[in-house]
């Protein structure tokens, strides 16, 4: 199994702030990444695909890039509504796997 | 606009099963997989396994082989898992999910089960 190692579990940022969140696969996954929102409460929600390509609706703040096996999720301009568990997910081959999930927190 | 319509909540005995279902909308249902993703309250995601609509295809992950089995009702546009044999370790929220190629676009919002006697 493809192993997703997100870091790190939990976050504090101030409002306006830039923050990374990343997943290193434990092999090559290309570009078969996906990172979700997932607020109190609710469903999980899409944010970027294909590694770098944003979801429709999603702001322009959230972007993802990809070094080799290592992924990023960037957020620029911290806004209050950015709370809640954010995932990657690696859909290269089954079974899919997630990451461990990173809590942000606004300070 | 595409909807995923999960059934309510169900608390369960141990040793039950339970069957889930998932109403989508929207969209030629036939069209994209589904997929389940459990939940353990507080925790990570996990895949349980997808089913292709249109032919009834499913693969699963080998930890769920043996407690779900997916399956679809083409005349009602309805996915349904079932879960079997259950214990305190399947109470959890299972959602479905719709896969645009190679990434999960639209979720139901979820359903909790709890296995309690």
């Known amino acids: 199994d493809i192993q997703m190692t997100q870091s790190p579990a939990s976050l504090s940022a101030s409002l306006e702030e830039i923050v990374t969140i990343t997943c290193q696969a434990s092999q090559d996954i290309g570009n078969y990444l996906s990172w979700y929102q997932q607020k109190l409460g609710k469903s999980p929600q899409l944010l970027i695909h294909?590694?770098?390509s944003l979801a429709d609706g999603v702001p322009s703040r959230f972007s993802g890039s990809r070094s080799g096996t290592q992924y990023s999720l960037k957020i620029n301009r911290l806004q209050v509504e950015d709370t809640g568990i954010y995932y990657c997910?690696?859909?290269?081959?089954?079974?899919?796997?997630f990451g461990s999930g990173t809590k942000l927190e606004i300070k | 606009q595409v909807n995923l319509l999960q059934s309510g909540a169900a608390l369960v005995k141990p040793g039950a099963s339970v069957k889930l279902s998932c109403k989508a909308s929207g969209y030629t249902f036939t069209d994209y997989y589904i997929h389940w993703v459990k939940q353990s309250h507080g925790k990570s995601l996990e895949w349980i396994g997808y089913i292709n609509p249109n032919s009834g295809y499913t693969n699963y992950n080998e930890k769920f082989k043996s407690k779900a089995t997916l399956t679809v009702d083409k005349s009602t546009n309805t996915a349904y898992m079932e879960l079997s044999r259950l214990t305190s370790e399947d109470s959890a929220t299972y959602y479905c999910?719709?896969?645009?190629?190679?990434?999960?676009?639209?979720w139901g919002q979820g359903v909790m089960v709890t296995v309690s006697s």
């Open positions: 997910l690696q859909h290269y081959s089954a079974p899919l796997t």
């Open positions: 294909s590694a770098t």
């Open positions: 999910t719709r896969e645009y190629p190679y990434y999960f676009d639209y």
